[in-house]
């Protein structure tokens, strides 16, 4: 019997624990998901945050808009993600399969 309660408490709070873990490290409190870039040569940053209209397509304007107003640099870079998925959050799952914001390297070169 005693055993018995050790091991179902035990297993409640090593529960409680991973759930707590994936909740602090899932950003969940933020009104949609800010998805950050930046050129190959670090000089250009931009933050995705399509709930609220800064979508990739208006990230990828201004990238282009970037690379016409400087003369000095290199033509030939593309956009890099610096976000990382957090795969514990399987609240952001679809959204990581489906919005063009975590999927950019995929449709910069078919979209535009």
């Not at 297993?11 to 009104?31: A, C, E, G, H």
């Not at 290199?74 to 609240?91: F, G, M, P």
Request: charged share 20%; with cysteine; hydrophobic share 30%.
């Amino acid at each position: 019997m005693k055993y018995y309660l050790i091991t179902g408490f035990s297993s409640s709070v090593l529960t409680y624990l991973i759930i707590l873990f994936i909740f602090t490290n899932s950003n969940n409190l933020n009104i949609g998901s800010t998805i950050k870039y930046r050129s190959t040569d670090g000089n250009f940053f931009y933050a995705c945050i399509p709930t609220k209209g800064k979508n990739y397509e208006t990230m990828y304007k201004n990238f282009k808009k970037y690379l016409a107003e400087e003369s000095t640099i290199d033509k030939n870079q593309k956009l890099i993600r610096v976000s990382r998925k957090n795969y514990l959050n399987i609240s952001r799952w679809l959204e990581y399969q489906s919005t063009p914001e975590w999927n950019f390297d995929k449709f910069q070169n078919s979209h535009f």
